[in-house]
């Protein structure tokens, strides 16, 4: 069984608006994320003989609120990680930690420097987040192929990210 991780906010979840998060209005904002449908399809593909987990740079404090957005939404999964620093700012570090820990292979994020930093310091492919339709072809290679420690995935539809942790050659 792959272990493989999304993020909520920019890939399950649209609408952040970041300013008004450093605002302090978490809860409320998180309550309110508009839901993308298209992912249910993929995730359930992607189910199929997988776990799959939920890894927000999101505090520990809005479980409540995520754990009733995901319930809400029909989201399944096998594992909910929220992040245990004071701020938002730390969710490299926090997701890097994570999926060390729990032996992710996959972790699908919308932030490059989260993708920089997960491929850089851990055996995890992480992948950069262009939509649902590009992740559905990762559903065409062998994901048996992320248990060997790959730390670099390949798809068309991906931009280069700062390190070039990412390649776009499909």
């Not at 906010?9 to 609408?15: F, K, Q, R, T």
């Not at 605002?23 to 508009?34: K, T």
Request: charged share 30%; with cysteine.
């Amino acid at each position: 069984m792959t272990k493989i991780a999304f993020d909520i906010d920019g890939v399950l979840a649209h609408g952040l608006d970041i300013e008004e998060l450093k605002n302090g209005a978490g809860n409320d904002i998180y309550a309110g994320l508009e839901f993308a449908p298209e992912s249910t399809g993929v995730m359930q593909r992607f189910r199929q003989g997988n776990g799959i987990y939920i890894l927000t740079a999101r505090p520990e404090d809005c479980r409540e609120v995520t754990e009733e957005w995901l319930r809400r939404n029909g989201v399944e999964y096998n594992g909910l990680f929220l992040n245990g620093y004071s701020t938002w700012e730390l969710g490299p570090r926090h997701k890097a930690e994570v999926v060390e820990r729990e032996g992710i292979r996959l972790l699908v994020d919308d932030d490059p420097r989260i993708v920089d930093y997960v491929n850089e310091n851990t055996g995890c492919t992480a992948v950069l987040f262009r939509g649902w339709n590009q992740i559905n072809q990762l559903l065409d290679r062998d994901l048996g192929e992320y248990d060997a420690g790959h730390s670099v995935i390949r798809c068309e539809t991906l931009s280069t990210t700062r390190s070039n942790a990412v390649k776009s050659d499909l």
